[in-house]
């Protein structure tokens, strides 16, 4: 999620208590959620990060679209513990009648986080550490059945030990055989070609693991480097450029400084076709090697 300046998806003024939890500051807002720092004097863990949804925006014979993503996110962070997936401790709705923008909203009580790739000005350790860890945090969710669908800077979490976590798992998507059906809500500088556009029904976008396996891709290339391997000065721009070369009328421009293992890595991950691309526990494998040998 990116920091917005002066307003927030989920407004909550600071001291609302919800269940024995106290909101402090706000830390992040997205397009639907709004994530707060909180704090209890009893009980243990003693602080956390109250991810926000708003009240139902059901109406009449229709269901409320946000309680699907809800539901995504709840359901995995309750069945897949991982020191690479960050840790839902509680979920809880407020009942209030007094504050009508905030009756019936529903809170996520998640383990606090420092800050994420995306604000973090100094990463606390070395690319190739943080990179390792992401892509154990993708391993474990693929074998548990699980596509994440979005990752990105913003989406990884760097926790007050130095690890990093992947977080932010509403638009997850649970395999069925090969493939998944997600929400078509995805950061499009890290989405593969062929789901710039993808076709719909009504249980989603149809997707496949190496979604991810091409966003690990786009964030290795980024954090090694600085740059894009598909740059340009917009996301439209980039998209285009993925685009053009999925048709084979563009080539990917990798950095010259990268070493020869992580440009066989990258490249790998971003392979034109889907089948291509390496499963995450192969992935994973090249990965530690390439960070023990740099």
Not at 198 to 215: C, H, K, L, N, Y
Request: charged share 20%; aromatic share 6%; with cysteine.
């Amino acid at each position: 999620m990116q920091m917005r300046t002066g307003r927030h998806t989920v407004p909550v003024p600071q001291g609302y208590r919800i269940g024995t939890w106290e909101v402090d500051a706000p830390l992040a807002s997205g397009t639907f959620t709004t994530v707060y720092a909180a704090h209890r004097t009893h009980g243990t863990p003693q602080t956390a990060a109250l991810k926000f949804w708003p009240t139902h925006t059901r109406t009449p014979h229709r269901p409320d679209p946000l309680q699907g993503l809800i539901r995504r996110e709840v359901e995995l962070l309750r069945h897949l513990r991982s020191p690479r997936l960050i840790r839902l401790y509680d979920t809880l709705t407020a009942h209030d009648p007094r504050h009508p923008q905030l009756d019936g909203a529903t809170a996520l009580v998640l383990e606090r986080a420092d800050s994420c790739l995306h604000t973090t000005t100094t990463p606390p350790t070395s690319p190739d550490a943080i990179l390792t860890q992401i892509c154990e945090g993708l391993t474990h969710l693929h074998d548990a059945g699980w596509i994440h669908g979005d990752l990105k800077p913003a989406n990884i979490l760097v926790m007050t030990d130095g690890t990093v976590r992947l977080a932010d798992f509403n638009t997850a998507a649970r395999l069925e055989g090969t493939h998944a059906y997600a929400p078509p809500f995805t950061s499009r500088d890290h989405t593969p070609p062929e789901q710039l556009w993808p076709e719909m029904d009504e249980r989603g976008t149809r997707v496949q693991p190496s979604v991810d396996t091409w966003a690990f891709g786009v964030l290795a290339h980024t954090l090694l480097t600085g740059d894009h391997p598909l740059p340009g000065t917009t996301t439209a721009a980039r998209c285009d450029a993925a685009t053009r070369y999925a048709r084979e009328t563009r080539q990917l421009q990798l950095s010259p400084a990268l070493p020869p293992t992580w440009q066989k890595i990258i490249r790998d991950c971003l392979a034109r076709t889907p089948a291509d691309r390496p499963d995450t526990r192969t992935l994973l494998h090249h990965v530690r090697h390439a960070s023990h040998h740099r």
